[in-house]
């Protein structure tokens, strides 16, 4: 029998959210970059496959979403990083 584990529960795997328009717009404009600019993450990412809101929630993550992730860190206490999302090139 097997049990689906979600790697978002694992302690080394930082928190990831979806962004909202709104959130992304800001980002966007406060560094003065475009959504291509941004790192990229591929949508079948098994950190981004089980990504839920608050209310624990299935978030159905699609192609051009902007991923925050949100580490914990000795030295910078909180740190952000943000990613695209982008469809895996086939073979």
Same mark, same amino acid.
């Given at each position: 029998?097997?049990?689906?584990?979600? &790697? %978002?529960?694992?302690?080394?795997?930082?928190?990831?959210? &979806?962004?909202?328009?709104?959130?992304?717009?800001? %980002?966007?404009?406060?560094?003065?970059?475009? $959504?291509?600019? %941004?790192?990229?993450?591929?949508?079948?990412?098994?950190?981004?496959?089980?990504? $839920?809101?608050?209310?624990?929630?299935?978030?159905? &993550?699609?192609?051009?979403?902007?991923?925050?992730?949100?580490?914990?860190?000795?030295?910078?206490? $909180?740190?952000?990083?943000?990613? %695209? &999302?982008?469809? $895996?090139?086939?073979?």
């Amino acid at each position: 029998m097997s049990t689906k584990y979600s &790697v %978002l529960k694992h302690v080394m795997v930082p928190d990831h959210q &979806v962004m909202s328009e709104e959130e992304v717009n800001e %980002l966007m404009s406060f560094y003065r970059i475009t $959504r291509d600019q %941004l790192p990229k993450i591929y949508h079948d990412d098994p950190s981004i496959s089980d990504i $839920r809101d608050e209310n624990n929630k299935k978030i159905d &993550v699609k192609i051009n979403n902007v991923i925050r992730i949100i580490r914990e860190s000795q030295t910078a206490g $909180r740190a952000e990083a943000y990613r %695209l &999302v982008v469809k $895996r090139p086939k073979k």
